[in-house]
């Protein structure tokens, strides 16, 4: 799961800067269904509250793109959740096979959003409000472990060990700055670190899914 996503649409009071209005000439279409994105709304977001957590659409896209084409998610071994900050979370289906293409991504969660799913009847992608404690209460995992610097130090190995159990959750934040929330760090098991360094989300989980395909056999 990634958690805390900086993924979320362009907020009310961003409507009037410059740098909004401009993207919403230029896109066609409401301040309120544009992704936030720091790389072409920095200017609006000096001032943003939370701003340098907030606008990086580009992580989950990233991670989405890296899980979807491994393996061990093709072979129906792994789940894959997207937590927003603002507590949104999607689910992918098995057979989903996400646009290569950053302004094919874009557009399509901005109709995801806006409309809750995505795919027609197959539903390839839904979009579920609620807290984090709430979408892991339904998922039910064995275990919950959480990646971070802050963490007690394990190589991938002794992680996936003592994660133990048929189905344990690995959370990895989806923000480009920063540390969990006191809210999600109260709901996790453990917390761990897999580098003395701070790690790319997209590189943290090509990781850890990688070393899942070994623990499983998928090759």
Avoid: W
């Amino acid at each position: 799961m990634l958690a805390e996503t900086a993924l979320e649409t362009i907020p009310e009071e961003l409507g009037k800067q410059p740098a909004v209005r401009a993207d919403v000439e230029k896109r066609g279409k409401p301040a309120g269904e544009i992704l936030l994105d720091r790389s072409l709304h920095h200017a609006a977001m000096l001032k943003l509250k939370d701003g340098e957590f907030r606008g990086r659409p580009d992580i989950a896209y990233h991670v989405i793109l890296d899980v979807t084409s491994s393996p061990i998610y093709r072979a129906g071994k792994l789940d894959l959740y997207v937590h927003t900050r603002n507590d949104i979370t999607l689910s992918f289906s098995k057979g989903l096979r996400p646009p290569r293409s950053y302004d094919r991504f874009r557009g399509l969660m901005e109709q995801l959003l806006k409309e809750g799913k995505v795919g027609g009847k197959e539903d390839l992608i839904t979009a579920e409000r609620g807290s984090f404690k709430e979408i892991i209460n339904k998922a039910k995992p064995s275990s919950i472990v959480g990646l971070s610097k802050l963490g007690k130090r394990r190589t991938l190995p002794e992680l996936l060990a003592e994660a133990g159990g048929a189905r344990p959750c690995l959370v990895v934040g989806g923000f480009p700055a920063g540390h969990f929330s006191e809210e999600i760090e109260r709901s996790l098991d453990s917390l761990v670190s897999i580098s003395v360094q701070g790690l790319d989300a997209s590189l943290v989980v090509c990781r850890l899914v990688y070393e899942m395909e070994k623990s499983v056999g998928v090759e």
